[in-house]
């Protein structure tokens, strides 16, 4: 070993070894150190070789198995053992809906959704919410009332001679679908007689799809705005040449 | 190794690589749910928490609470989740759409909570209302807190103490309570039930709880919450929401004085309340018909 | 502690040096000088990442002694908020893998960094700077935690504001080694280089990736879960593992003075690691509500993870191979061994738990803290105890005083950190059996486990001993009370027959 680095000669204070004037005197540890790393060149052994495959063949048998085949809905691991239709929240089972017919359908939905503030009765509640039984806007075009449904309502809004302003009305494109608001259009346009024609689930999308990139809420003048007998864009032609709405795949609400 | 940039493009490409496998592609399988409605547009589930739900996550999650308990069922082939009734169904991705910060757990040194706040309510009349336990199992007339006719569902009173809930999984039955609900002291109390079978924890029954664990469950190790309750002098009347105790129990406060929770204690048991997943999802076989429970003490595979 | 301007000094002497003394010295020689002067420069930094790593480290065992103990004994102090068991347990895992692990890998890496690339170290006040940050985030982390701000993310519980001082704080100590990287000399990059520098890097992308995604622009329900654990695991493989295979492979060739066996090994474990390591993580949400195929991959990867273990494995193997008995001898061979050894361990154990099969049984059990306690325990914190037997002497000029206290660290480290894995793998096994039987109470899973966190809470005590024996050892190094000796301190007396097998 090297000599001894605690000889007087040292000109150190405290613990500082690598300071000192002489190039002999360097620290101790790293006089006996062994040479810095390096990597030698030996070859792989075969067994090591053997080893990867198996594991390549362990783990791809393994992603094989438990794969889900790769789908978002295959639950780990495969919860959803039926096969589901990818679009499970909004596509609505096409064998219940069939049953039913539009405006069937549309009175459920308006129970639950629309009955809180325009009552079953369609009458709404005086001062605050409109009736839609015998509104001009819901018997007009279909357009008016497929703009309101989508985008909700806000401000004042006279209906039959009446004035409603303490309320208003939330927009619906995010919460119900296409065929879901065609549904409850049909349906408040025929019942307590009033007399306006079914609306197609294809107008609404068209009529999304135009007023897709509208954020805010009408107020009357907007929906005054539009002729009263408008039509949605696109819907009636198109009625026909689809086939019938219970079975077209409704898009996500 | 000669060269940086190949050491350097190496380096990042294992890390984007497993990000994109990893985060970014189940992100777009799972990352973007919808709440599901029934087709007519009913009965939207998942739905956002109530304010105070929401601070009582905070409150869960600052208390590490998901240290010990989980907030997942599995599906059958895997423990016995369904079996000792954590709930009816498998969790899927969408029950937790609205939870920020999810609390799924990793470990259970206590029971999973996923369902634990699962209330449906009262069809029949038969089944007695939690607060129903009370007298018989002690026989201590509750003093104080219950003639105020509080709406307030805290107004039901203590819970059975420990002889009725040595098992966790089968918590203090009211079942087998033959009183008939003594008055409606708590309109708004809704009787819990999965499968028919009552689990009877009411916002009472977490409150006394998590002030002593032991009281309700002899051999829990859950720690108590004392410092989320206010010990105070009662002042002319005792607080609607002061914890009831046994006047055996160790727990109980000295007379004249009452323990009523904080407002985080709140905020936390309206959390827990609000955990539950018993609505039925599609992309999620649920386990049995509610009509059959599954056998009780079925062995796991 | 020295002051940076003898740094300052030294830095410049390494630059003149050849000039002057090439004549009368030879190259082996200047290789020696230029090393004191590197270890002089890099002395002030990473000292202060040590002392602080220790600080933290016996911090956060007390807090782990007192969580354990509160696993059976639950009543203790429940009407103190900041000491319930939840925010105790989140403070001493913040401390560990922030303060202790991540501490103790920068100043080891540093170290490795500044000889490998043979430079001596610039801007030593950045390092120092940077150490200063990150204590202050890992102090503000845990307060906050205590306080009752977790984020409720496990790992990443440290409040934002405290994970934002972190990251400047880390952004100080990478832009040192990305000059260091700069300044480099000589045209080979060796093994260890590869794991720190792709360390360095992995870090930051993981820390910034997971905040923006878990903060900034939150992604949505379950998916915070995958990103929690994608972070958690890699976290624990592409900066602490990485930092910790790379250090074994400094100090096992250093030590016994051999070159490391093969080259090709140590480049297909290198990337097979980086390959296969970064993909496992989500087999912890296994069962859980995700996709099937996502689970399925990272026990694939963890599968995989076989052939990056059983190569690093066998190249230490034949590397050391005629050299064990040097273990009786060396602590940091003694305590880089362990570690290395326990790395296999801890990846085969990863690979059976995460196997559907057994993960039915040991899924929520207290088979998961015995996992992450073999990681960051038996394979990290061992290598850096052996780095730091290593490089301490270096920095300050002696030599460790007693060799009786080194054994007495490593024999209650390893026996503690045993002892707590044994009864955490047994325990967790016991308690996934009884909770997976339905006809058992829920209670009686737990109280099945009770007995072995008892134990656990034993090897707790262990583990605390050889802390507290460590951090007096390394406090009297730094006051300069250690040997002057020419000689290392060795842990037995040599017997000539086991130097030169």
Same mark, same amino acid.
């Given at each position: 070993m090297n000599e001894n680095p605690s000889t007087p000669k040292r000109n150190r204070q405290g613990m500082d070894y690598g300071e000192t004037e002489e190039v002999q005197e360097t620290h101790a540890a790293i006089q006996r150190e062994k040479r810095e790393p390096r990597a030698g060149l030996e070859p792989l052994s075969l067994w090591l070789i053997a080893l990867y495959g198996l594991a390549v063949f362990f783990g791809g048998a393994y992603l094989g198995r438990y794969s889900g085949d790769f789908s978002g809905d295959g639950l780990d691991p495969l919860g959803g053992a039926q096969p589901m239709k990818k679009n499970a929240a909004g596509g609505s089972g096409a064998t219940q809906t069939a049953e039913l017919t539009p405006a069937e359908r549309g009175k459920k939905i308006f129970s639950a959704?629309?009955?809180?503030?325009?009552?079953m009765t369609g009458l709404g509640v005086a001062g605050q919410y409109p009736p839609l039984a015998g509104s001009e806007i819901v018997n007009g075009g279909p357009r008016r009332p497929a703009m309101i449904v989508l985008k909700g309502l806000t401000g004042p809004v006279t209906v039959k001679g009446q004035q409603f302003g303490s309320a208003v009305m939330q927009p619906w494109d995010k919460t119900l679908n296409d065929q879901k608001i065609a549904d409850v259009l049909t349906f408040i346009r025929q019942e307590w007689g009033n007399t306006g024609g079914p609306v197609s689930p294809e107008g609404v999308a068209a009529l999304r799809k135009e007023l897709a990139g509208r954020a805010e809420s009408w107020t009357e003048p907007d929906i005054k705005a539009v002729p009263e007998g408008a039509d949605l864009?696109?819907?009636?032609?198109?009625d026909q040449t689809k086939p019938p709405a219970g079975a077209s795949p409704a898009p996500k609400a | 190794m000669k060269g940086l940039l190949p050491l350097f493009l190496g380096i990042f490409g294992t890390f984007a690589f497993s990000w994109t496998g990893l985060i970014f592609i189940p992100n777009l399988q799972i990352g973007h749910l919808d709440p599901q409605t029934e087709e007519d547009g009913t009965d939207a589930y998942p739905s956002p928490r109530s304010g105070m739900a929401e601070r009582g996550r905070q409150i869960y999650a600052a208390n590490g609470c998901n240290y010990c308990h989980t907030q997942q069922v599995r599906a059958d082939y895997a423990g016995s989740d369904l079996d000792r009734k954590w709930g009816i169904r498998r969790s899927a991705p969408r029950d937790y759409i609205f939870d920020r910060p999810v609390l799924l757990g990793k470990m259970r040194m206590g029971p999973d909570l996923a369902n634990v706040g699962h209330r449906v309510p009262v069809t029949d009349q038969n089944a007695p209302a939690p607060s129903a336990t009370t007298s018989t199992t002690t026989g201590a007339p509750v003093a104080? &807190? #219950?003639?105020?006719?509080?709406?307030?569902?805290? &107004? #039901?009173p203590t819970v059975s103490p420990a002889p009725a809930a040595q098992t966790a999984s089968a918590p203090p039955a009211s079942a087998q309570n033959p009183t008939p609900s003594p008055s409606p002291s708590a309109p708004n109390e809704v009787v819990t039930a999965i499968n028919g079978v009552p689990i009877p924890y009411t916002e009472a029954w977490h409150h006394r709880h998590l002030y002593s664990p032991r009281s309700i469950t002899e051999d829990s190790d859950m720690p108590a919450f004392r410092f989320l309750y206010e010990k105070r002098q009662i002042a002319g009347q005792v607080a609607a929401d002061a914890l009831n105790f046994d006047?055996?129990?160790?727990?109980a406060p000295p007379s004249g004085w009452e323990i009523v929770p904080t407002y985080e204690a709140k905020c936390l048991v309206a959390y827990l309340m609000s955990l539950d997943q018993s609505h039925s999802l599609?992309?999620?076989?649920?386990?049995?018909a509610p009509a059959s429970p599954p056998a009780p003490g079925k062995q796991v595979k | 502690m020295e002051t940076v301007t003898t740094t300052g000094s030294a830095a410049s002497r390494l630059t003149q040096q050849p000039q002057g003394g090439t004549e009368q010295v030879t190259p082996g020689e200047i290789e020696n000088v230029e090393r004191a002067l590197i270890d002089a420069s890099t002395r002030v930094p990473v000292l202060m990442f040590y002392t602080s790593a220790i600080f933290w480290l016996l911090v956060g065992t007390l807090l782990a002694a007192f969580a354990s103990f509160k696993l059976h004994s639950p009543d203790m102090f429940s009407g103190i908020s900041v000491l319930t068991f939840g925010r105790v347990r989140a403070a001493h895992m913040g401390m560990m893998v922030y303060g202790w692990a991540s501490m103790a890998g920068m100043g080891t890496a540093i170290w490795l960094m500044a000889r490998l690339c043979r430079t001596t170290l610039r801007h030593p006040l950045v390092l120092v700077t940077g150490a200063a940050f990150w204590n202050l985030g890992v102090l503000l982390g845990v307060g906050g935690i205590l306080a009752g701000q977790s984020t409720g993310y496990e790992w990443f519980e440290f409040p934002t504001y405290a994970g934002a001082v972190l990251f400047v704080a880390y952004l100080l100590v990478m832009s040192w080694a990305v000059l260091m990287f700069r300044f480099r000399r000589g045209d080979t990059i060796y093994i260890t280089q590869w794991y720190l520098l792709a360390a360095f890097l992995w870090f930051p992308w993981l820390f910034a990736a997971t905040h923006v995604m878990l903060f900034v622009v939150p992604v949505q329900g379950v998916m915070q879960a995958v990103v929690n654990w994608w972070f958690a695991n890699n976290l624990m493989f592409l900066w602490l593992g990485a930092i910790g295979l790379g250090t074994a492979y400094y100090m096992i060739p250093k030590v016994i003075g051999r070159p490391v066996y093969s080259y090709n090994l140590a480049a297909i474990g290198f990337w097979t690691y980086a390959l296969f390591a970064s993909w496992t993580g989500m087999q912890r949400l296994i069962d859980g509500p995700f996709p099937a195929w996502m689970i399925t991959a990272s026990i694939a990867a963890a599968i995989l993870s076989i052939i990056p273990v059983a190569t690093v494995g066998l190249n230490h193997h034949m590397t050391m191979r005629g050299y064990f008995p040097l273990m009786r001898y060396s602590p940091t061979l003694r305590f880089t061994v362990f570690g290395a050894i326990s790395y296999s361990a801890f990846s085969i154990v990863g690979i059976i738990i995460s196997l559907r099969s057994m993960a039915q049984i040991v899924h929520f059990t207290q088979m998961s803290v015995a996992y992450s306690h073999l990681g960051l325990y038996a394979f990290f914190t061992m290598v850096m105890f052996g780095s730091m037997y290593y490089i301490v002497p270096r920095l300050v000029g002696r030599e460790w005083r007693y060799a009786t206290l080194i054994k007495l660290h490593f024999w209650s480290s390893a026996y503690g950190v045993g002892l707590m894995v044994l009864m955490l793998l047994v325990g967790g096994f016991v308690q996934g059996l009884s909770m997976n039987d339905a006809s058992l109470s829920f209670t009686e899973s737990t109280q099945s486990v009770l007995p072995y966190l008892r134990g656990r809470s034993v090897s707790g005590i262990l583990l605390t001993v050889s802390h507290f024996i460590f951090a007096y050892h390394f406090v009297l190094m730094l006051f300069g009370l250690g040997r002057t000796a020419s000689v290392p301190t060795f842990l037995n007396p040599i017997e000539p027959e086991d130097v030169h097998p």
């Open positions: 959704n629309c009955a809180t503030c325009h009552q864009p696109g819907g009636a032609p198109t | 104080g &807190a #219950s003639p105020a006719p509080a709406p307030a569902a805290s &107004a #039901s006047e055996s129990s160790t727990d599609k992309e999620v076989k649920t386990a049995a | -």
